[in-house]
């Protein structure tokens, strides 16, 4: 079974992971250099882009609006997630592996292909373009997202689990309460980080779906047609990845710690 | 309390119950008294869970009714019947404590704390769990929970234990020990147990009553000895213990005897009431003999009612049993016969000619 050996192997790993993420690590690199040039050698040490971002209104405006839409994002696909996921995961119903298929497609469709369909659309039905359409937007392709999570939860859930609830006397909402929403509350709060991110830092559909009001991708994108404001772009870039790193490690320790809690699989292959 | 006597603990009623066009249940009736310890006894699929899960109040019967402690139970939920199960899976609840998760219940019922404190305890000592109670399900063993989950049931003072398979994820050793402590739990509280099994021994042993099962229909209902000696048909005598089924024909009868023809044996005379009420002579083509009820005539002196000579093919030696395979004549298989290995006596050597004892009290009489 030797066809690699271990050596190439690990050049191969190497390589694999500068790929991935040379581009990143640029990103703060280049956002405390001193040069408006985004160009090698670095000149020196700065934190003056990122005091730049303090002070520039549009950029707080934009997000706040990411916030408003973030937030409104990952709390409807939960919500919307949760049932679907309990369905999927509970009852047999004629359909469902189509029903759930079709759920799940935006996962794979092209973000461009929903977002043409979805400003057509709105275009025919004569709705003004505004931050709740880029939320319904975002709400299609976080939706998936949610149902993957939290259908992971749910089928660590024994049926049993419930039933004994209600044996011992308790209602449907007591057991709900009691049992059901303390097993895979882990997993919402982990489908709310998760949407909350994607949300956060998607461009496309925000883009053709925004007003007036740009969303913080959207503003990013008409910064940098300005190049001394690339600096600032890309500190932005660092502060937004370091997020989106921490948000993403708690995600999955909260999601491992359901799992465990449950005595099932901590590995990503359960969901 | 003169009523409770007459009165069964629960009472099922002509209970049908369907999933679509499956029928699982084909009309049950059965009555069981207070205090009782009654298995469903049967092969997988054969409807003893969804009874049982009706009983809960899981599952509303298609017809008929089901009523406990004198109450009709239609319409009622599971969260308001006096009965509680005992799961398969044991269903602790993974995210609380050993006494939370016996507490639960008493804390629906709004219980002060200091009294389900007192009453946790005192039910987790009966199960011999009384230093676990701060351990969660997945630091406990599958016998501790069995005995947990028990205890959250017990401790609900049911007037019905409902117990689905409970000691089917047990190895061998710790479910023979079970058997007898749930037995005698059952004895020393006094409240009706009802177990769903397909273990036929563990049936045996446990119950005052056992109801056997096939295909959504209850086919015998009797004490464990009376299934054990009197099944009645082939069916319900291959599924309790082990049966040797010879061919036999009835020959003739009298007003208070058959004279049965068994080719392997020979012919003997039995009393007719051995036969019950629904069977009748021309339904004789099968008789059936327990491993135990054929005896090898080893010592020269022994005797018995009846005996035929045959051939030993094979012996598996259990220490305090051999069970002999003996070819007998005119017949392909071999029967078995059980043996205690009483001082002195040695094991049949295979291909060795012996002689087999046997009675007309050995030979049991049945439906096809």
Not at chain 1, 230 to 257: D, F, K
Not at chain 2, 290 to 316: I, K
Request: charged share 20%; net charge neutral; aromatic share 8%.
């Amino acid at each position: 079974m030797r066809y690699l050996s271990a050596r190439w192997l690990t050049v191969y790993a190497v390589t694999y992971m500068i790929f991935l993420y040379a581009p990143v690590i640029l990103l703060p690199l280049f956002a405390f250099n001193t040069s408006t040039i985004v160009a090698f050698p670095l000149t020196g040490f700065t934190t003056e882009w990122f005091v730049g971002l303090w002070h520039t209104e549009t950029l707080h405006v934009a997000l706040w609006n990411s916030a408003k839409v973030a937030v409104s994002t990952a709390l409807l696909s939960t919500l919307l997630g949760a049932f679907a996921a309990r369905a999927s995961a509970r009852f047999a119903f004629p359909g469902k592996t189509g029903i759930v298929g079709l759920i799940m497609l935006p996962l794979v469709l092209p973000e461009i292909i929903i977002a043409v369909a979805l400003l057509i659309m709105l275009n025919q039905l004569g709705l003004p373009l505004s931050l709740w359409t880029v939320v319904a937007g975002h709400v299609l392709i976080c939706t998936p997202f949610s149902i993957a999570i939290l259908s992971s939860a749910y089928r660590g859930l024994d049926r049993e689990l419930e039933e004994a609830s209600l044996d011992l006397g308790e209602s449907r909402w007591g057991t709900f309460r009691r049992i059901t929403l303390p097993l895979v509350l882990p997993g919402i709060i982990s489908s709310l980080l998760i949407t909350f991110t994607i949300s956060l830092d998607e461009f496309i559909i925000a883009f053709f779906l925004t007003g007036t009001d740009v969303t913080l991708p959207v503003y990013i994108w008409s910064q940098l047609r300005f190049p001394a404001k690339l600096p600032s772009v890309m500190a932005l870039g660092t502060i937004l990845l370091a997020l989106s790193i921490l948000l993403l490690i708690v995600a999955e320790a909260l999601r491992r710690r359901s799992a465990a809690r449950q005595g099932i699989d901590t590995t990503l292959a359960g969901v | 309390m003169a009523e409770n006597a007459t009165r069964p603990m629960i009472a099922i009623t002509d209970v049908v119950k369907k999933f679509g066009t499956f029928t699982a249940l084909h009309g049950i009736t059965a009555d069981i008294a207070e205090g009782e310890f009654f298995s469903l006894l049967g092969p997988s699929g054969c409807g003893k869970t969804t009874l049982l899960r009706m009983l809960a109040g899981f599952e509303p019967p298609t017809g008929g009714t089901i009523s406990i402690d004198g109450k009709d139970m239609s319409g009622i939920a599971a969260n308001a019947r006096p009965t509680n199960m005992v799961f398969q899976s044991y269903a602790i609840f993974p995210h609380l404590n050993v006494e939370e998760n016996v507490g639960y219940g008493l804390k629906t019922r709004r219980m002060p704390k200091a009294q389900i404190k007192a009453e946790v305890d005192k039910v987790l000592a009966l199960v011999d769990m009384a230093n676990y109670g701060k351990r969660k399900a997945h630091e406990l063993s599958g016998g501790q929970r069995q005995r947990v989950a028990l205890a959250r049931a017990l401790v609900m003072r049911p007037k019905v234990i409902l117990l689905d398979e409970p000691l089917s994820a047990l190895d061998k050793k710790l479910r023979d020990q079970m058997q007898v402590e749930l037995r005698a739990l059952q004895r020393s509280i006094g409240i009706t147990f009802i177990l769903v099994t397909h273990d036929q021994e563990e049936a045996l042993i446990m119950s005052d009553r056992i109801a056997v099962m096939f295909e959504g229909r209850i086919e015998q209902m009797d004490k464990p000895e009376g299934l054990y000696r009197h099944p009645v048909n082939k069916r319900v005598a291959s599924f309790i213990g082990v049966m040797n089924f010879l061919p036999a024909v009835a020959r003739d009868e009298t007003q208070d005897t058959i004279t049965l023809d068994i080719p392997s044996l020979g012919t003997t005379i039995i009393p007719r009431d051995r036969l019950g009420s629904s069977i009748s002579v021309r339904d004789i083509t099968t008789v059936g003999v327990r491993p135990e009820m054929l005896t090898l005539l080893f010592d020269a002196n022994d005797t018995s009612e009846h005996e035929v000579e045959a051939e030993v093919v094979d012996s598996q030696y259990y220490g305090d049993m051999t069970y002999y395979g003996v070819r007998l004549r005119g017949q392909d298989a071999p029967v078995t016969i059980s043996m205690r290995n009483t001082a002195g006596r040695s094991v049949a050597a295979p291909g060795s000619t012996v002689r087999v004892g046997w009675g007309a009290e050995s030979i049991v009489v049945f439906r096809d």
